[in-house]
Each structure stands twice: as structure tokens, then as C-alpha cells.
């Protein structure tokens, strides 16, 4: 695709359910990566995806959070009994490999709410 | 660890005029990257301009430039002839350069700084 993109742009849940949020990186990037933006903050790290396997995970807040890239170019962060908390933007980024001067692209983000 | 810090919740400009925004930054590494990104309000992330930290000249882009002070850990840019299209939140972050770090590949955020333009 023409760039990074993100689905569901809106996703209201209830606390405690389960949520999947998907990626899709610019086509032909092997390096991908989940940061989660809270209203009015800078977006915070996540987990970065080196091809298939997650090279640096560091940034998932616990064990409720989970990510996949089972071919390298879709991923899918998947959120267990969430939280109100957890009500943020969710940006999704790409970028063409894992040169330190590749730019990253963005997406729009997922916005999830949990009431 | 790294960090990266705006100093300036809000700025305003008038239209056509000149515009500073501050940022500085907290690291122990001597190569890095650092970017200023604009967000609208669709909130996906533009970048604007990057600096490699290696580089002594302030990197440009049009109507935009950077002020690099290394040893002050310092990156602030300027908007000259500023746009009704230039209003958004800006956010400055930080990438490591090292590809041994543990911070290798992504990004650090500022804050961001709320930018308004008058007509």
C-alpha cells in the first residue's frame, strides 16, 4: 500500500475484553513498530518487529499485552482483559530495514477506548 | 536510558512570522539521530526534518532548519513564514545510532509542543 496503514481507526470495548488491533506496514518494510500514545503525551514505545521475530519488546507494559508478525509484514497487537488504562491512540510505524538512518513512516493510529 | 524533553506546552505565531520551538535532550551516546515530527489533528505523524548527530551542519527543509548544539544537547527548530497549515503538535524525538544498544530502532518522544497559528 501507499502507506502505513491501521485498523480499526475507532475501537470502543468494555473493561475486561479481549482486543486485536492491526498493522499494515508500507510494503517491502522489514522493520515495523507499536507505540502508544495517551492523550495530550508524546507516544511511547512499545515492541519493534525485525522481520518475523520481535527484536527489542521492552516496551509492553505487561504480560496482557501480546504482538505477532507471523509473515513479516502484518501485525496484529492483541490487548488481554484490558483496562481503562489502556484507552490510548495505538501508532503503528514502518520502516525500509534496520539501517539506523532509515526514516520511519506512521500511521493514524487506532484509537481504543475501554469504559 | 534516553530522554528527550520540550519545554514549551503551547506556542503561538501570527501568520507569515518566525517561530522557535525548544527541545533538548538527555543521552551518553555520540551517534544518534533526532527528528522533529508534526502530528494533526488525523494524528498520524509527519516527519519534518532530521539531523544526524555527526553532522555539524543544521539540516534544512524550506521553510524549516534546526539549531543543533551537540554539547549542549540542544535541538530546537524554526519556522520561518509560518502557515495557517503549520498548526499542529510537534514533537521532537531521539534514535540511537548504535546498533549494539538496547535502544536501537526506535523512537524517543518529547512531550510535544502545541503549536497555533494566527491569521
Known amino acids: 500500500g501507499a502507506g502505513v496503514s491501521q485498523t480499526p481507526s475507532n475501537k470502543v470495548t468494555e473493561k475486561g475484553k479481549y482486543v486485536e488491533l492491526r498493522c499494515d506496514p508500507i510494503s517491502g518494510h522489514t522493520a515495523l513498530y507499536w507505540y502508544r500514545q495517551s492523550l495530550g503525551q508524546g507516544p511511547e514505545f512499545l515492541i519493534y518487529?525485525?522481520?518475523?521475530?520481535?527484536?527489542?519488546d521492552s516496551g509492553l507494559p505487561n504480560d496482557r499485552f501480546f504482538a505477532v508478525r507471523p509473515e513479516g509484514s502484518v501485525s496484529t497487537l492483541k490487548i488481554q482483559r484490558t483496562e481503562r488504562g489502556d484507552s490510548a491512540v495505538y501508532l503503528c510505524?514502518?520502516?525500509?530495514?534496520?539501517?539506523?538512518?532509515?526514516?520511519?513512516?506512521f500511521g493514524e493510529g487506532s484509537w481504543l477506548t475501554v469504559v | 536510558a534516553q530522554t528527550v524533553t520540550q519545554s514549551q506546552p503551547e506556542m503561538s505565531v501570527q501568520e507569515a512570522e518566525t517561530v522557535t520551538l525548544s527541545c533538548t535532550y538527555d543521552t551518553s551516546e555520540s551517534d544518534y539521530y533526532l527528528f522533529w515530527y508534526k502530528q494533526p489533528p488525523s494524528r498520524q505523524m509527519i516527519l519534518v526534518i532530521r539531523?544526524?548527530?555527526?553532522?555539524?551542519q543544521n539540516a534544512t527543509e524550506n521553510r524549516f532548519s534546526v539549531n543543533f548544539q551537540k554539547a549542549a544537547k540542544s535541538f530546537s527548530l524554526k519556522i520561518s513564514d509560518s502557515q495557517l497549515g503549520d498548526a499542529a503538535m510537534y514533537f521532537c524525538?531521539?534514535?540511537?545510532?548504535?546498533?549494539?544498544?538496547?535502544?536501537?530502532?526506535?523512537?524517543?518522544f518529547g512531550q510535544g509542543t502545541i503549536l497555533t497559528v494566527h491569521p
Open positions: 510505524a514502518s520502516s525500509p530495514g534496520q539501517g539506523h538512518g532509515n526514516t520511519i513512516y
Open positions: 524525538a531521539y534514535r540511537s545510532a548504535n546498533a549494539g544498544g538496547t535502544s536501537y530502532g526506535k523512537l524517543t
Open positions: 539531523q544526524e548527530a555527526y553532522k555539524q
Open positions: 518487529f525485525q522481520g518475523t521475530g520481535a527484536a527489542d
